[in-house]
């Protein structure tokens, strides 16, 4: 069951990443990345990381995703269509090809070589998650939530309009 | 079929970032640029969400926390720089971005 569940949705994962790369759309290249997220969460519970799995639905496929979506639609970005060809010399592309795909292949090579300790079952339930969280990992969590803020802050100055220019 | 281990979960991890690397140098339009640079995010979650399971902890997922948000913060200043730039120049193509070449 598991080990069928692993197969199904990390293949569907890895169709509908490379389907970001042949996207024209923005729009389908979002849709695609949601697929995969919803992929990504099935192996997050698998590996027995339920919290993190539901707040990846949430937070990032729910909330980050649809931000964007937003502003694909009301901006009119998505209008405009970029096919990924003709767009580069031959020199670039092969240069870019040959990078990733040495990456993907050394990867490969190394992890399915090493010999890394079993899986266990590292129950990530809400009441672990918080209680480690909010003893050990006090100071970054309030750290964090500075770095948010001012992303916000660095959001709404680069979008407003100056006041004397209207 | 395998069960699957610590290894092939890494491997899809790698895999999956370098789609995403591949994303953003083929690709020229700026938000599939970003959403690329998202999918890499997500392959470093699963990497350290493997980590976590092998260890038996719960520390790395309290880490994909952080990568969650600091992806969150990252999508948001780079959607407002993407619609700044289309407003400047009317295009998402970044062949068109060229006012910092000399």
């Known amino acids: 069951m598991e080990t069928a569940f692993f197969w199904i949705f990390s293949t569907i994962a890895v169709l509908s990443a490379i389907n970001i790369l042949f996207a024209t759309r923005p729009t389908r290249a979002l849709l695609s990345l949601l697929l995969t997220m919803l992929c990504l969460a099935v192996l997050y519970t698998l590996l027995h990381a339920y919290f993190v799995a539901i707040v990846h639905i949430i937070v990032y496929a729910g909330a980050v995703m649809v931000l964007f979506l937003f502003i694909i639609m009301l901006g009119g970005l998505g209008a405009t269509t970029l096919p990924i060809q003709k767009r580069f010399s031959p020199l670039h592309l092969f240069l870019a090809t040959v990078t990733g795909l040495t990456l993907m292949v050394a990867v490969i090579r ?3 070589k090493a010999n890394y300790p079993p899986l266990q079952d590292a129950m990530g339930t809400v009441e672990r998650v918080g209680k480690n969280l909010f003893s050990n ?3 970054p969590f309030e750290l964090i939530t500075v770095l948010i803020l001012l992303g916000i802050f660095a959001a709404i100055s680069l979008t407003r309009k100056p006041k004397d220019a209207e | ?3 699957p281990s610590t290894e092939h979960y890494l491997v899809l991890s790698g895999i999956l970032f370098s789609i995403g690397l591949l994303g953003v140098l083929l690709r020229r339009n700026i ?3 970003l959403l690329c640079s998202e999918l890499m995010l997500n392959a470093t979650i699963l990497a350290l969400i493997t ?3 092998v260890h038996g902890e719960t520390d790395g997922q309290i880490t994909s926390f952080f990568v969650m948000a ?6 948001t200043i780079g959607l407002a720089i993407a619609v700044l730039l289309f407003k400047e120049k009317n295009t998402v193509d970044t062949k068109e971005m060229r006012s910092l070449q000399g």
């Open chain 1, 110 to 112: 190394i992890f399915s």
């Open chain 2, 1 to 3: 079929m395998m069960t």
């Open chain 1, 137 to 139: 990992y006090i100071v």
């Open chain 2, 70 to 75: 600091i992806a969150a913060v990252e999508m």
């Open chain 2, 51 to 53: 980590a976590s399971a």
């Open chain 2, 31 to 33: 938000l599939i640029m």
